[in-house]
């Protein structure tokens, strides 16, 4: 049974930080493209950042361009998103997926496995 279980969500002042994490178990996490996405109270979910299997590539959106840094560690099966800068818009639901093909993944629908989500609430 593929597990994904995210963690590191919290209430944070504007420009402030947060780490999150997204520990996979129940699939064989290197071969996996692993994204982030965001889902506002009455917006759809949105891309965030992916990163390929080998980390060797990753994609950002635009709004997060330059504040948020995904990672990953395949021995430890976890893929970490580092947020910087924190705004009131960035305030969501975060979710990690995973995606079983090349390349990164920009869509809800490329992605067959979802974690449960963690809070993230950035205050003015």
């Known amino acids: 049974q593929v597990q994904l279980v995210e963690s590191g969500g919290g209430l944070v002042q504007a420009g402030g930080s947060l780490r999150l994490s997204c520990v996979a178990s129940?699939?064989?996490?290197?071969?996996?493209?692993m994204g982030w996405f965001r889902q506002a109270p009455g917006k759809v979910r949105e891309f965030v950042s992916a990163i390929n299997r080998s980390g060797g590539s990753t994609a950002n959106a635009d709004s997060v361009k330059g504040r948020f840094t995904i990672s990953r560690d395949n021995a430890k099966k976890t893929v970490y998103l580092q947020m910087n800068s924190l705004k009131p818009e960035d305030t969501a639901v975060y979710y990690c997926?995973?995606?079983?093909?090349?390349?990164?993944?920009?869509?809800?629908?490329?992605?067959?496995?979802w974690g449960q989500g963690t809070q993230v609430t950035v205050s003015s």
């Open positions: 129940g699939l064989t996490f290197s071969t996996y493209t």
């Open positions: 997926a995973a995606k079983l093909s090349y390349g990164v993944g920009l869509k809800p629908s490329e992605y067959a496995y």
